[in-house]
């Protein structure tokens, strides 16, 4: 049996990232990948660059197989270098193969053809997350039905498509296929739309969609899928019935756990399937980690990389990062226009029992929205009134995205809200807009 100091099983960019830190400090280590279209994980090659790809062209107006093609181009290049990166290391041995416990420090590779025995003192799962199919009756079946990653492979842009979940994936996907040409239906089993989200903020969202004639099912719960000729036929609960030529399943993405043989070990999962960590990311077996979208919780490739650069810093003992001291995570759905939110809502803070100043405003009372000739979007602040930091912000309309970044870090470094809403910043700009934002 091959001995290695670190088994790590998933190639994705959290694995990557400790791989590299692992072997800068002369540790020998397997890399377990499943599939040779996967190096370098999820998000180098079926969730944020290819997507973000097609998004960009889709909005410079490009034809569909010209973005289609480029989006393949540049995934392949990535990937390329992902492989490479790995493969010339002289401290990595890399397994295309699927892996699996065989107890709690051994693993067991299936290549195909062989199998082989692993064994090491320190493992690390990042075999990430997997599309969440729900028990609605046809959906195995019925032929039209595709999940984020093979919807993005299509030559062709449906002409009508339906969108069963109107979260991130759902939100980004009607964005990208409307502006490509497809007529989009969004399903929601929810009786709001985006609703964990600043009410006035998601109704400006929502308003934004339905004038670009995305139609939005809220209330909706899928109970039938069928074909009917050659589309897909979707029956709701409510006896409404839409026919489709393409059907996106975005009903959410569960830890990718199916594979790991789990039950062979002394691993505990949570009661939502995710593997179950403490502060240092550690499974309930020592010196047995998890990292990223398998542990459960945020599914963001920031996240995963930040546990691989934690987790590396408690094995080699080079600092004493915790989870929990994590700051504020900021998430973007890359619409167009951009939504972005970091922190806390009006009702989460005051749910909290903080006193609170809030305020809007419009995008439309910017120079920049002169400039680029788009009034859309709104922006929200709710700030702490007793101490003047930024409790949240949710942000939609152009550069969201991007300014987002702005406020967590005024906010983990604890600065007022005055800072911004009297910082001197370059002109005509949407930064200028946080002047007015946080005048409260
Ligand atoms: C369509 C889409 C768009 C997204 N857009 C964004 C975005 O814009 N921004 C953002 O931050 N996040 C985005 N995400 C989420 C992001 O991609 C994930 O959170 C991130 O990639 C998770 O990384 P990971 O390291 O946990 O797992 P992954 O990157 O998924 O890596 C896990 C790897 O493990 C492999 N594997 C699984 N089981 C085994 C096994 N038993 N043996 C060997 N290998 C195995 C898999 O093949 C995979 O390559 C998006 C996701 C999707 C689906
Ligand atoms: N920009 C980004 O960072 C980005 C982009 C895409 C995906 N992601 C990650 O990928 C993960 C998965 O995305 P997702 O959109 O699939 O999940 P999600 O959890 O964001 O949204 C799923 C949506 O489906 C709805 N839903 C569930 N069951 C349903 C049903 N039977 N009928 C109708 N609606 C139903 C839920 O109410 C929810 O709104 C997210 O957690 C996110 O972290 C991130």
Redesign the pocket.
């Given at each position: 049996m091959k001995k290695y100091d670190a088994i790590i099983?998933?190639?994705?960019?959290?694995?990557r990232t400790l791989a590299t830190k692992l072997t800068a400090n002369e540790w020998n280590v397997a890399l377990?990948?499943?599939?040779e279209w996967?190096?370098?994980?999820?998000?180098?090659?079926?969730?944020?660059?290819?997507?973000?790809i097609l998004e960009h062209d889709a909005r410079e107006q490009k034809d569909y197989a010209t973005a289609l093609k480029r989006k393949n181009d540049v995934t392949k290049r990535n990937r390329n270098t992902e492989f490479t990166s790995m493969q010339k290391n002289e401290r990595v041995d890399l397994y295309t193969?699927?892996?699996?416990f065989k107890s709690n420090h051994i693993i067991t590779?299936d290549l195909g053809d062989k199998k082989e025995e692993l064994e090491a003192e320190y493992i690390f799962i990042?075999?990430?997350?997997?599309?969440n199919y729900p028990p609605i009756e046809g959906i195995k079946e019925t032929r039209g039905i595709y999940n984020?990653?093979e919807l993005?492979t299509l030559p062709e842009v449906p002409k009508n498509l339906g969108i069963i979940g109107a979260g991130?994936?759902g939100l980004?996907?009607a964005s990208i296929y409307e502006m490509f040409g497809s007529k989009v239906t969004l399903f929601e089993t929810g009786e709001q739309f985006m609703p964990k989200e600043e009410r006035e903020v998601a109704e400006a969202v929502q308003k934004v969609l339905t004038d670009k004639a995305i139609d939005i099912q809220l209330n909706a719960r899928v109970n039938k899928l069928s074909n009917e000729n050659e589309q897909v036929k979707i029956e709701t609960e409510e006896d409404d019935s839409f026919l489709f030529d393409a059907v996106l399943i975005a009903t959410g993405?569960k830890p990718?756990t199916?594979?790991?043989n789990l039950d062979d070990t002394d691993i505990v999962m949570d009661e939502k399937g995710g593997i179950e960590v403490n502060d240092y990311l550690e499974t309930a077996v020592e010196h047995v980690f998890a990292?990223?979208?398998?542990r459960g919780g945020?599914?963001?490739?920031?996240?995963?990389?930040n546990?691989a650069k934690l987790i590396a810093d408690y094995v080699l003992d080079k600092g004493d990062r915790k989870r929990s001291e994590r700051q504020h995570v900021p998430?973007?759905i890359?619409m167009e226009p951009s939504f972005a939110r970091v922190g806390l809502t009006e009702t989460e803070a005051k749910d909290e029992g903080y006193q609170v100043l809030t305020n809007m405003a419009p995008v439309s009372g910017t120079t920049r929205s002169d400039v680029i000739n788009d009034t859309r979007g709104l922006y929200k602040a709710v700030v702490n009134k007793e101490t003047n930091e930024i409790l949240g912000v949710t942000l939609f309309g152009d550069q969201a995205h991007e300014l987002v970044n702005q406020v967590k870090m005024a906010m983990d470094n604890h600065i007022p809200y005055t800072y911004l809403r009297d910082q001197v910043v370059t002109h005509p700009v949407m930064s200028e807009i946080f002047n007015t934002l946080f005048d409260m």
């Amino acid at each position: 049996m091959k001995k290695y100091d670190a088994i790590i099983i998933g190639f994705g960019q959290g694995a990557r990232t400790l791989a590299t830190k692992l072997t800068a400090n002369e540790w020998n280590v397997a890399l377990i990948e499943k599939n040779e279209w996967m190096y370098g994980g999820s998000c180098v090659n079926i969730g944020c660059i290819p997507t973000k790809i097609l998004e960009h062209d889709a909005r410079e107006q490009k034809d569909y197989a010209t973005a289609l093609k480029r989006k393949n181009d540049v995934t392949k290049r990535n990937r390329n270098t992902e492989f490479t990166s790995m493969q010339k290391n002289e401290r990595v041995d890399l397994y295309t193969g699927t892996g699996a416990f065989k107890s709690n420090h051994i693993i067991t590779v299936d290549l195909g053809d062989k199998k082989e025995e692993l064994e090491a003192e320190y493992i690390f799962i990042d075999t990430g997350s997997e599309s969440n199919y729900p028990p609605i009756e046809g959906i195995k079946e019925t032929r039209g039905i595709y999940n984020s990653t093979e919807l993005q492979t299509l030559p062709e842009v449906p002409k009508n498509l339906g969108i069963i979940g109107a979260g991130n994936i759902g939100l980004e996907f009607a964005s990208i296929y409307e502006m490509f040409g497809s007529k989009v239906t969004l399903f929601e089993t929810g009786e709001q739309f985006m609703p964990k989200e600043e009410r006035e903020v998601a109704e400006a969202v929502q308003k934004v969609l339905t004038d670009k004639a995305i139609d939005i099912q809220l209330n909706a719960r899928v109970n039938k899928l069928s074909n009917e000729n050659e589309q897909v036929k979707i029956e709701t609960e409510e006896d409404d019935s839409f026919l489709f030529d393409a059907v996106l399943i975005a009903t959410g993405r569960k830890p990718n756990t199916a594979y790991l043989n789990l039950d062979d070990t002394d691993i505990v999962m949570d009661e939502k399937g995710g593997i179950e960590v403490n502060d240092y990311l550690e499974t309930a077996v020592e010196h047995v980690f998890a990292l990223g979208d398998v542990r459960g919780g945020y599914q963001f490739t920031y996240i995963t990389i930040n546990d691989a650069k934690l987790i590396a810093d408690y094995v080699l003992d080079k600092g004493d990062r915790k989870r929990s001291e994590r700051q504020h995570v900021p998430y973007s759905i890359f619409m167009e226009p951009s939504f972005a939110r970091v922190g806390l809502t009006e009702t989460e803070a005051k749910d909290e029992g903080y006193q609170v100043l809030t305020n809007m405003a419009p995008v439309s009372g910017t120079t920049r929205s002169d400039v680029i000739n788009d009034t859309r979007g709104l922006y929200k602040a709710v700030v702490n009134k007793e101490t003047n930091e930024i409790l949240g912000v949710t942000l939609f309309g152009d550069q969201a995205h991007e300014l987002v970044n702005q406020v967590k870090m005024a906010m983990d470094n604890h600065i007022p809200y005055t800072y911004l809403r009297d910082q001197v910043v370059t002109h005509p700009v949407m930064s200028e807009i946080f002047n007015t934002l946080f005048d409260m």
